[in-house]
């Protein structure tokens, strides 16, 4: 059973950083991508960023691009992402998601397994 378990979310000011996490189990998480979708009250399920199954390339938000990081450890078959220059437009539960393959995708429905989300807060 693939698991996926998002930490690092909180309430930072405008200006501020934070790194969220995603630890990943149940699939050989080194052969899949992986990718970071948020959500805020009211609004669909967005991409943020993705990258490929080594880390070679990577995909952003145009909102994001600049600010926030993508990155992988497949020894700890953990994701993260880097976030800094937070603006309160990035107010949203954090979900990271592993694709069903190795090449990195901005669309949702190339993502098979969820966790659960962390929340992000960014007060102005």
């Known amino acids: 059973q693939v698991q996926l378990v998002e930490s690092g979310g909180g309430l930072v000011q405008a200006g501020g950083s934070l790194r969220l996490s995603c630890a990943a189990s149940?699939?050989?998480?080194?052969?899949?991508?992986m990718g970071w979708f948020r959500q805020a009250p009211g609004k669909e399920r967005e991409f943020v960023a993705a990258?490929?199954?080594?880390?070679?390339?990577?995909y952003y938000a145009d909102s994001v691009k600049g600010r926030f990081t993508i990155s992988r450890d497949n020894a700890k078959n953990t994701v993260y992402l880097q976030m800094n220059s937070l603006k309160p437009e990035d107010t949203a539960v954090y979900y990271c998601?592993?694709?069903?393959?190795?090449?990195?995708?901005?669309?949702?429905?190339?993502?098979?397994?969820w966790g659960q989300g962390t929340q992000v807060t960014v007060s102005s």
């Open positions: 149940g699939r050989t998480f080194s052969s899949y991508a």
């Open positions: 990258i490929s199954w080594r880390g070679a390339n990577t």
């Open positions: 998601a592993t694709a069903a393959g190795r090449w990195a995708t901005m669309l949702v429905h190339d993502y098979d397994y």
